[in-house]
Every structure is written in structure tokens, then in C-alpha cells.
């Protein structure tokens, strides 16, 4: 061999050399598809602004498999088409072997396709309908709990609360009408009287039409089902309009501390359904994990309203990564099988999925914790 071509030879394998260690270093990256803008906004950018604290404490704390993570967030803009199009782009370009997502059930569901195509399996951390995980997708893993799961769990409250007639005013896609129909139908069961179930445009902010039949139904009770920003100007016009009915929000969806907030006085007296409780985690199964995360909340000087809805993009980061190390490499496929069996000490109690769906192409679902919050003058209190 000549001495140039030695010298070349040399030169190039010094390059291979010094480039594996960077290769091995890359992050590894996870696909995270939210509405930042758009009618869900505000409630997607707390569950992004979660996930970022978890991103900072795992790769504080040494990454996973000897790596960083590295998030890599689309807006699905609250619409279908877009979110179908962010999670293709984190698919096929991005290269990112698992997802978090897309927060409303209609945005999941209709991302769920492209799942199926790739085999790429997508951590559900919001989404409440049904369909999701009865389907036969076996790349859904939901953390968070379905409608129905919810509707069982507020089942004590009804004697409680003495509900003998209820309304239901919900958002008109699959989020709002699924629990529409599963907390009617849990209502019924329970000898309760379903009155008028009117329904929303999901970027609607006149309901004056939808509070006159409830208020003439004369229901105890009035169901509400949709993101905050509409819960807001909901619990203003009832008040406007004299709703006598108690009101309760479903989804986990509504942050308490915004609607005082947004809604003053308008607010107090009314219930939610949520699955953190931020304002006491004394409360919740694991304290210390969401007294930690109610702390970097603060110091990153976050929206305080957005703690429960920010609590989904932690656990669900959390777990995925859980996944990752137990999967030994980050795979698809190796994650979705290993996503099977973790064991993950959540905000919202602790982390396991069980088997929903056609035999054979389960999705899995998580049974998580649900709590009952009322405010009272301008503060949330226990139920």
C-alpha cells in the first residue's frame, strides 16, 4: 500500500472512530402530537408543558438505555386532518419509534389508521371514548381512564348528591358524545330521570339556545362535557340565564383554577371530575411524585390552572420511557410489546395497562384514579 493511500485509509477510519460515539449518543426521540392551537389549545399546552418537565427530570437523571430523550412536539392545530398528518411526519420523517397523543378522542381516533400502517404503538394520555381501545388497535396504550370508566367511578355520588333529574350538554364530537351516553345510561341504572342531552359545536361560544331547554327541563342536575374554554363561557351564560341546576364537568378536561379565574363567581358551587388533585396530593396514590411535579410546575412559573391537565404529559413521558428500558432498545415494536407489561408510579396513581378489545388485537388500558372537586367561593375544595 502506498504511503497516500495508508494515509487516506488512516484518515478515514480516525472519522468512523470518533463518529460512533456520537451515534451512540444520539437522543432518542418520541413523537408528541397535541393541540398547541386551535379550540383545545390551552389543554394542550399543559400536557406538552408536562411532558417538557418529564423530559428535563429523565435526562437529568441519566436518559434511558445511556441516552437523552429528545421530544419532538407537532400541533395538531384541534383538528382531525392535521393530527393525522402530525403523527405521519413523526412516523415517517422524524423516524420517532412511539408516540404520545393527540389529547381529544376525535383527533386520536382519527390517528389510530396511521398506527396501524406503521405498527408504530402511541401512549394515549387524555383521550376518553370508547372506541379507542375496543377497536382492535393494538399499538393504543391509554393512561388515561374512558368515559364509561369515569361514569362508574362518580357512581357513589349520585344518592350523595340526591340527583333525581339530569341534563347533558356536550361537545359535538366523540369526546363529548361518548360521555354523553355513558353517564346517562350509569344515570338510569341508578333511577335517575334523563332529561334534554343538547349538544356544541366544539368551537361554539353562544349557548343561550342549549341553557333555555335545559333550564326548561328543570333537571337537578346539568352534565357538561368539553374543553375549558367553553366550560368557562358555559358556567358565565348559566349564570346569566339563571340555570338553577348543579353543574358537573366530565373528562378530567376542565381546570378548576382556570375557571375561578375566567369565570369568577360564576364558578363557585360547581363540581368536577378530574384525575389529579393538585390542590391537595396528599390525596392521590404517590404524594411525593406530584408533590415534585406540583413543584417544577411552579418554579417554571406555569399556568397554575393547567397543573391538571399537565400531570397527563408526565405520566405518559414517564411511562413510554419506562417502556424503552425494559424494551433494552428503541424499537416499535419492542416497545409496544414491552409497554405491555410496565409498572410506572404515575401522578395519577399507578401505571399498568390491562387487555380492551377483539381477542387477538387487544388495546391496553390503564384504570386510573378519578376524584370529585367542588368550588367553593373562588377555591377548590374536597367533595
Known amino acids: 500500500m502506498k504511503v497516500q493511500d495508508f494515509l487516506r485509509a488512516t484518515k478515514f477510519l480516525t472519522i468512523l472512530l470518533c463518529a460512533a ?54 400541533d395538531n392545530k384541534s383538528n382531525p386532518t392535521e393530527a393525522v398528518a402530525t403523527a405521519e411526519k413523526l412516523i415517517a420523517k422524524d423516524k420517532v419509534p412511539v408516540l404520545m397523543g393527540a389529547w381529544s378522542s376525535t383527533l386520536t381516533l382519527a390517528v389510530m389508521p396511521k398506527l396501524m400502517e406503521y405498527e408504530v404503538p402511541m401512549l394515549v394520555e387524555t383521550s376518553s371514548s370508547g372506541k379507542i381501545t375496543t377497536s382492535g388497535n393494538p399499538f393504543i396504550f391509554r393512561i388515561s381512564p374512558t368515559s364509561e ?13 340526591g340527583i333525581k333529574k339530569a341534563d347533558f350538554l ?31 359545536d366544539p368551537k361554539a361560544t353562544d349557548f343561550s339556545a342549549q341553557l333555555a331547554k335545559i333550564k326548561a327541563s328543570g333537571g337537578d342536575t ?12 358555559i358556567l358565565k351564560q348559566a349564570k346569566e340565564q339563571q340555570v338553577k341546576a348543579r353543574i358537573i364537568t366530565t373528562g378530567g378536561s376542565v381546570s378548576p383554577d382556570q375557571l375561578i379565574a375566567q369565570a369568577g363567581d360564576a364558578a363557585n358551587g360547581s363540581y368536577h371530575l378530574v384525575f ?28 397554575i390552572g393547567g397543573l391538571t391537565e399537565g400531570f397527563r404529559g408526565w405520566d405518559g413521558i414517564h411511562t413510554i420511557v419506562e417502556a424503552i428500558k425494559a424494551a433494552g432498545k428503541a424499537e416499535p415494536k419492542a416497545i409496544a410489546q414491552a409497554l405491555w407489561n410496565v409498572k410506572v408510579k404515575g401522578i395519577n396513581g399507578d401505571i399498568a395497562f390491562i387487555k380492551q378489545g377483539p381477542a387477538g388485537k387487544e388495546s391496553a388500558q390503564n384504570v386510573p384514579s378519578v376524584y370529585v372537586v367542588r368550588i367553593d367561593n373562588g377555591k377548590v375544595v374536597k367533595n
Open 149 to 161: 370508566m369515569e361514569a362508574r367511578a362518580f357512581t357513589p355520588n349520585v344518592k350523595t348528591f
Open 222 to 233: 346539568l352534565f357538561v362535557t368539553t374543553a375549558v374554554e367553553q366550560a368557562t363561557l
Open 21 to 74: 460515539p456520537a451515534v451512540a449518543q444520539e437522543p432518542i426521540r418520541i413523537g408528541v402530537t397535541q393541540p398547541l392551537t386551535g379550540a383545545f389549545a390551552a389543554s394542550g399546552n399543559y400536557v406538552a408543558q408536562g411532558a417538557k418537565i418529564a423530559e428535563d427530570a429523565i435526562n437529568a437523571s441519566g436518559g434511558v438505555l445511556g441516552r437523552k430523550i429528545q421530544l419532538v412536539v407537532e
Open 170 to 200: 356536550a361537545t359535538n364530537n366523540d369526546f363529548g358524545l361518548g360521555a354523553s351516553q355513558e353517564f346517562s345510561q350509569m344515570l338510569k341504572a341508578q333511577g335517575v330521570q334523563v332529561g334534554v342531552m343538547e349538544t356544541m
Open 276 to 303: 389529579f388533585t393538585p390542590w391537595f396530593p396528599e390525596a392521590v396514590k404517590n404524594p411525593d411524585i406530584a408533590r415534585k411535579f406540583v413543584a417544577e410546575w411552579n418554579a417554571r412559573k406555569y399556568n
